[in-house]
């Protein structure tokens, strides 16, 4: 058996310039952190050795690869060449479809496990790489590639996303003070809604060329962002959060809604300088930055959503049981 676990995301600024209709003409750029909350994927021989056995939110046993309902499984599966014989089976803290790069995760955990299975090493740009190819080109889903990357490398990172494809990552190392000043200063809120994030991405992708002034100004905030951390002014970085939300909410008309915007001023109201809803919108995990004297107030206003609190996670994806 084969245990890979493979955090998940949160992305503070930049996210829309890591999709190639952005990328492709001038370069993207993200700032993004891994944290503790995480994908778990197993792999291990199974018992029918011409049979495929899955268990995910649901259970498969198929005789052909081509036969496999999951499109991200049976797509790693070819990609691997693992055709028979194998049980593959998920399990995470964190419901999908709720902005934490949750199918990119498990993109990035699946192949490793696979590779592992296979006793072969990849590294974590190889697996980045492959789960893009697998998410974006050959199941087309209206995705970046920030999503991979993080989870693939882990730790607090500035992206650059450039138009030959090439991706840069820099590693921000954080002072210890100062990486847990902010983390005590981030409220995670899971509003109980989820949503199919492939509808606001498809719209998004589409406003691509009609949108680039507000992405453009989304991915100079990512350089303000860095910025503001390497001058210690995490106040500062509350406020951007805040500038890059009211850019993000123009991408796309579901990105935020009624029910959203009202939790967002009760936040601000509460405290906040400034938040998020995470990935596409819509619903989902809403990031706030809020100061901890305040943040009682701030979860008791917002008392219909759950307090998930987390912090930074420095590893990306890695191979933690093997028999």
């Not at 509808?199 to 962002?225: G, V």
Request: aromatic content about 10%; glycine content about 8%.
């Amino acid at each position: 058996m084969i245990i890979s676990k493979t955090p998940f995301r949160i992305s503070f600024c930049g996210g829309g310039t890591d999709l190639k209709e952005y990328y492709s003409k001038t370069q993207g750029s993200v700032v993004s952190t891994a944290i503790d909350k995480y994908m778990y994927v197993t792999t291990k021989d199974y018992f029918d050795t011409n049979k495929i056995f899955l268990k995910y939110s649901r259970t498969e046993l198929v005789s052909k690869v081509d036969k496999v309902k999951h499109p991200i499984i049976r797509e790693a599966l070819k990609m691997t060449g693992v055709l028979r014989g194998i049980e593959i089976t998920s399990m995470a803290g964190i419901p999908s479809a709720t902005g934490l790069g949750s199918s990119s995760a498990f993109a990035v955990g699946l192949l490793n496990a696979l590779y592992a299975y296979l006793d072969e090493h990849k590294s974590p740009e190889q697996l980045a790489k492959e789960a893009c190819r697998i998410e974006i080109d050959i199941l087309k889903q209206p995705i970046g590639k920030q999503d991979q990357y993080i989870a693939a490398y882990g730790g607090f990172r500035h992206i650059a996303f450039n138009p030959d494809e090439t991706v840069n990552l820099e590693l921000m190392v954080l002072p210890k003070s100062l990486k847990e000043e902010l983390e005590s200063n981030l409220i995670l809120l899971y509003t109980g809604i989820t949503r199919k994030a492939s509808e606001i991405l498809f719209e998004q992708k589409k406003n691509t060329s009609t949108k680039k002034l507000f992405l453009d100004k989304m991915k100079d905030l990512s350089f303000e962002l860095k910025d503001s951390l390497i001058k210690k002014d995490i106040t500062r970085f509350g406020e951007l959060l805040n500038k890059n939300w009211e850019y993000k909410k123009k991408l796309a008309s579901k990105i935020t809604n009624p029910v959203i915007d009202r939790y967002y001023d009760i936040a601000i109201k509460s405290g906040a300088l400034g938040g998020k809803v995470l990935g596409a919108g819509g619903g989902g995990f809403m990031l706030f930055y809020c100061e901890p004297r305040k943040q009682n107030a701030l979860i008791k206003n917002l008392s219909p959503l759950r307090h998930v609190p987390f912090r930074f996670e420095s590893q990306g994806t890695r191979i933690v049981y093997r028999d």
